[in-house]
């Protein structure tokens, strides 16, 4: 091993060091000139423009092709195109799911798909297998039925998990009040998704993977006569349609600030999301400067601006962040964090005040260049990926840029100076003009009125759509639960009902419960023993993961992690507010508080809203206004700081011994979802109530 | 005949390791120990720099294990030159980044860096290892730090404490016997004085390897290794001059019998003074022993079988082999074979225990290579109503599969596909090229293997595979784990 030691570092002068001051910090030396090499770039006959990035460092090599269609307007049906790119890699019209994933698998390649671009990357050596591949995806996908339902139940659930999530609830309603008829501003929801068929999804793809247009980024181990062959040999036999093109539009421009505001019952903490469109698109010259600025205003670390005010200063929050998002089809800018009630109102106006400042004064030099340096080294170690390499070439041809443009990143940003970054604060921050989206719970809603121009908070929903006042209820509260009880119970008479409820002295439902988390089936039972006796468990695997008990006075509770533990006084004291087969038909006398808030809309049905409180936990019932049938319960959990939500939503009520029940529940539980579908509901069975103790 | 055969085998290396680009690099030592390789790459404008130091807990003693991992934590405290918390916050602010991590073997630190920040990064790395800060205060904070890290990575794990429980009955003479983690009792008894000799007996030169590699200038970075790393004291000087630093006059003289008065506080090696002269020249000739294990040699004799109890849901079963330590030749057919049991989901541990028989969630094999030994791992979780004794029966099936049959000749070429992509991913980054580069020279001798591991693997055949199966599948000698859920 000795004997491989280069003598050259042996026999170097042992230079006298002696007097090295360690206390000296080693100053960096010249920046370094970035080496992006040149990309080659031709087309083909059917349109495809290639850009081929020689680098030969490993032995593999990348494909990405994009499509030159302009990102579209999908209004009822959005989201179709993002089903479309998660089912292109379900199979072709050569081959199954599982034949591609092995013929992909055998060579170590990788193919990825989204809803507008396929790429491939594998061993050179491999390449001509991964296009074939890669090829037959492109052009014969073949969408089968079963996936595409697969992968929209998949979306269900999604939505249902984001619909609880105040992040994307902020976000949904971001993206609408900026991008109004505009791509940006599509959301997704339960109703577009229904729309959605498989036709849609198979035209979107025909129309939308053309060759016309498109971009092949070839980056690697790969020659240019390699690569013309290649691209020749695999590409030259797609055709399609001329690409979609449209002009989107920089976005909705405001005449003073708009508060907007989305309901969050129970919640302690506020989503604030301060935003405002820019006019300004990839590859322009200020979009470097306002990188700068938006790095020292509040793009990331402890040190930024926003941080230190906020969260350093007065400890309004664990974080407050701007970000600055320039695309090809609408750029803006984004400001916010999380803050606790009482103090919304208060981060509100110190966002605003940050970014006015920023556009009253020069920024000072140590943030000036901390920011520069963290975003230099950034920018060079992002070159080692390919992919990085790749993209650049990409957006240079895309968007006209200098064919240098990369090469002289770093140059640039040395060269931004605290006048430029003044400049563009002046150019295109507003602190008078922005869309401040808040996330919240109701009651700090008054305290925001100050930020609106006009004065009149506008109210968004969980996807951003308008949320219709809630109407007042035309009915009391009484007659609420009347109305519910003779539905349920298919009686005429609260008497009548009574009456037949008499006779009903045990209730058993077993529910086969299925969530994308888990991967083997729950099961759930629910058990009701006259008058006020109850009981559930939920199992799976063999094994009992909770269980509970109450028989009125008193219970217990099960849980496979914790053990069992018998119910407190207060929670006694609350289950015995809600006791009965249909607690409705008790709440007059056990001591519920309740109220008619009034009438919401629902998945588009009208239902009457009533809050309840049974002294621990506050929830909400949803009722049809036609039907009467319960739709959703929502219960918010609070645990010190901490605030979980809860929902079912009731569907498909079925008849069992005259009585309706729901047979299908859907639940969302915080970040889980999970689909129920009722297997057996026994009304007068024997009940074995000792299992659930 | 013969020729015939040579030019056959060497047109199959050739043709074998025709995706595996050569790493060129120097590597030198300096007379204070420390071992230099440089790699030069200008693909990207920046570098990495690292330092593998050959300690890891298999160099802890029974009472002070997790010794080396908490001084991957304390070693970025600070140094006489660098202020408390102020190594991530130069990296940070120069555009770089940085980490560390520690095995049973070594600990590892590196950052990676603009390739003009260079200096920056040999000068944060030699102040780590001439004279980083050992004082209660760092050892205080990182003790929490560290603490926090267990609940997280092993306790609040499910199934996480299983190399726990089988390197405890696999090993019990070789200090495999406990992991990295180690234990928080013994973090808490230990005194700063334990601490300090830690850090003089394992951070010193003779045990430390920089590894840089990058957008950089070999002549230039040899004078910067020579300024920062070449000027620290060899043998026991180093800790003279440490203790020069941290010591007071009295302390000092004690220790020493010489009085600090007679050194130079700012040229220290040149201390004009003869008590002085005498002093160093000793010390500079005393080498430091660094205390290393004897390989593993023990056998298992039997078949060891426990219950361990976890805050689990599914009961698990965990099986091990003893392996040979991972430069033995063997090691190459080992790590296919379990890439046939077990690399992705084509392979047949996935098809046959998990998607067709559905007896587990989850099941896989693996090679637990190590310097002085290793441990073939076989485990599952599992499915709703199945006995963990019934998948035993069942990877025992695969094994005697694997011992009795070759294996598919297409299962050999996927295998040797994925080694293949595997490997050429493995040198991608600059950073992965200095950790691969040091640790050959460590653990093999020789960086060089860095540009021969495609051949070594090429060269296993399908009867390799077969017969290392036969050799350390050894049914008879094995430890078998069941995880079972605690009783609540």
């Known amino acids: ?693 | 005949m013969k020729k015939i055969i040579v030019t056959g085998i060497l047109a199959f290396v050739a043709l074998a390791t025709q995706a595996q680009k050569k790493i060129e690099y120097v590597e030198y030592d300096l007379p204070n120990g420390i071992h230099v390789i440089i790699h030069e790459e200008h693909a990207t404008p920046i570098v990495a720099v690292s330092i593998l130091y050959h300690v890891g807990s298999k160099n802890e003693i029974a009472e002070r294990t997790g010794f080396a991992h908490f001084f991957e934590h304390l070693l970025f405290e600070g140094s006489a030159n660098i202020g408390r918390g102020e190594y991530s916050e130069l990296v940070e602010k120069n555009g770089g980044t940085l980490n560390a991590n520690t095995s049973q073997d070594r600990t590892y630190y590196y950052e990676i860096l603009p390739s003009n920040q260079l200096e920056l990064g040999l000068w944060l790395e030699s102040e780590r290892l001439l004279h980083a800060k050992v004082d209660n205060t760092g050892i205080e904070t990182q003790r929490s730090v560290v603490k926090e890290e267990k609940r997280q990575r092993v306790d609040n794990q499910p199934y996480a404490s299983f190399i726990t429980e089988m390197f405890k009955r696999m090993f019990t003479v070789h200090p495999y016997n406990w992991v990295p983690i180690g234990s928080m009792e013994h973090l808490d008894a230990a005194q700063e004085e334990d601490y300090v000799n830690f850090y003089k007996t394992f951070y010193v030169p003779s045990n430390a390897t920089l590894s840089i590699a990058g957008d950089l200038n070999v002549d230039e970075t040899k004078k910067w290794i020579e300024k920062y790393f070449a000027s620290m004291p060899k043998g026991q000087a180093i800790n003279l001059l440490r203790d020069f630093e941290n010591l007071s006059d009295d302390d000092f003289f004690k220790r020493y019998s010489v009085a600090k008065s007679k050194f130079d506080a700012k040229d220290f090696m040149n201390s004009k003074s003869p008590e002085a002269k005498r002093l160093i020249g000793m010390y500079s000739n005393k080498a430091i022993e660094i205390p290393r294990p004897q390989k593993d040699s023990e056998k298992l004799t039997g078949i060891i079988k426990d219950v361990v109890y976890d805050n689990i849901q599914l009961p698990a079963i965990f099986m091990g082999y003893k392996f040979p330590a991972q430069t033995h030749p063997d090691t190459y057919a080992l790590e296919m074979m379990n890439e046939v049991l077990s690399g992705g989901t084509s392979s047949r541990i996935n098809k046959t225990i998990v998607e067709k028989k559905e007896m587990a969630t989850f099941a896989f094999s693996f090679n637990y290579g190590l310097e002085d030994a290793g441990v073939g791992i076989m485990a599952a979780i599992a499915a709703q109503g199945i006995n963990l004794d019934d998948i035993q029966k069942e990877f025992d099936l695969q094994i005697e599969m694997m011992k009795n049959e070759l294996i598919s000749q297409e299962e050999f070429e996927k295998v040797r596909n994925q080694f293949e992509n595997n490997l050429v991913s493995s040198n991608s980054s600059i950073a992965g090229v200095a950790e691969n580069l040091a640790d050959n020279h460590v653990y093999y001798g020789s960086a060089s293997r860095v540009n021969n591991q495609l051949e070594n693997y090429m060269k296993v055949t399908r009867e390799d595979i077969q017969r290392v199966a036969k050799l350390y599948f050894t049914q008879d000698a094995r430890v078998i784990l069941h995880y079972l859920p605690k009783e609540k």
């Open chain 1, 1 to 693: 091993m000795k004997k491989l030691i280069i003598i050259t570092g042996l026999i170097l002068p042992t230079l006298l060091f002696g007097q090295l001051d360690r206390s000296i910090r080693p100053t960096p030396a010249k920046a370094p000139t970035i080496n992006i090499k040149d990309s080659e770039v031709f087309t083909t006959a059917n349109g495809i423009t290639v850009i081929l990035s020689e680098n030969h460092k490993l032995p593999r090599v990348s494909f990405a092709l994009s499509m030159g269609s302009d990102p579209r307007i999908e209004g009822a049906k959005a989201g179709m195109s993002d089903m479309s790119g998660s089912l292109i890699l379900s199979g072709t019209t050569n081959r199954t799911k599982d034949q591609l994933d092995n013929e992909k698998d055998y060579i170590g390649a990788s193919i990825d798909a989204s809803k507008s671009s396929i790429s491939l990357s594998c061993l050179t050596k491999h390449m001509d297998k991964g296009l074939t591949l890669m090829s037959d995806v492109l052009m014969n996908a073949n969408f089968p039925e079963s996936e595409f339902e697969r992968i929209k139940k998949q979306n269900e659930s999604g939505l249902l998990s984001a619909k609880s999530d105040p992040g994307t609830m902020a976000q949904n309603a971001e993206s609408k009040v900026n991008f109004p008829n505009h791509p940006y501003g599509e959301v997704m929801t339960e109703a577009t998704l229904a729309n959605i068929t498989r036709e849609d999804v198979v035209n979107y793809y025909k129309s939308t993977f053309t060759p016309k247009g498109s971009y092949l980024v070839i980056v690697g181990d790969i020659t240019k006569a390699q690569a013309t062959k290649l691209v020749e040999q695999y590409f030259s036999s797609w055709a399609g349609i001329e690409p979609y093109k449209m002009e989107s539009g920089d976005g909705q421009f405001n005449k003073g600030n708009r508060v907007i505001f989305v309901k969050k019952p129970g919640a302690v903490q506020s989503v604030v999301q301060v935003s405002f469109p820019m006019k300004i698109r990839t590859g322009e010259p200020n979009q470097l400067p306002l990188n700068v600025l938006n790095g020292i205003l509040g793009g990331g670390g402890f040190g930024t601006r926003l941080m230190q005010n906020l969260r350093e200063d007065k400890a309004y929050t664990y974080g407050c962040y701007s970000s600055l998002n320039v695309t090809e089809d609408g750029s803006w800018m984004s400001i916010g964090g999380n803050f606790r009630n009482d103090i919304t109102d208060s981060a509100i106006t110190q966002i605003l005040f940050e970014v006015d400042n920023i556009a009253n004064g020069f920024v000072k030099d140590d943030e000036l260049n901390l920011t520069k340096s963290s975003m230099a080294g950034g920018f060079a170690r992002s070159l080692e990926s390919p992919q990085t390499i790749a993209r650049f070439a990409l957006n240079i041809i895309k968007n006209n840029l200098a064919k240098d443009y990369y090469q002289t990143y770093l140059k640039r940003l040395e060269a931004i100076n605290k006048e430029d970054v003044l400049t563009m604060a002046q150019t295109y921050l507003t602190a008078k003009n922005c869309n401040i989206v808040v996330v919240g719970n109701e009651e700090i809603v008054e305290r925001l009125k100050q930020f609106d121009a006009d004065g009149k908070i506008e109210f968004l929903d969980a996807y951003g759509e308008e949320m219709k006042e809630v109407k007042k209820a035309d009915i009391t509260k009484e007659e609420l639960i009347t109305k519910y009880v003779l539905a349920v119970t298919q009686t005429t008479s609260m008497k009548a009902a009574q009456k037949k409820m008499k006779k009903i002295k045990s209730y058993e439902e077993k529910t086969d419960l299925s969530m994308s988390q888990v991967p083997f089936p729950l099961k759930s039972t629910k058990v009701w023993v006259s008058p006020s006796t109850e009981a559930q468990k939920l199992e799976g695997q063999g094994m009992v993961f909770q269980k509970s008990f109450f028989d009125g006075t008193a219970g217990s509770s099960t849980n496979m992690q914790t053990g069992k533990k018998d119910l407190t006084a207060e929670e006694i004291a609350s289950k015995k507010k809600a006791f009965g087969l249909f607690p409705e038909m008790n709440y007059s006398t056990s001591g519920m508080t309740y109220e008619i808030v009034g009438i919401e809309t629902l998945n588009n049905s009208d239902v009457y809203v009533l809050k309840l409180n049974d002294g621990s936990t506050e929830s909400f019932d949803y009722y049809d206004t036609k039907t009467f049938m319960k739709l959703k319960s929502l219960s918010i959990n609070k645990d010190g700081e901490e605030v979980t939500e809860s929902s079912s939503l009731f569907s498909d009520y079925k008849e069992v011994n005259g009585l309706l029940f729901p047979h299908t529940v859907t639940i969302s539980m915080g970040e889980m979802g999970f689909t129920g579908n009722v297997t057996s509901i026994v009304v007068n069975g024997k009940i074995d109530l000792s299992i659930y103790k």
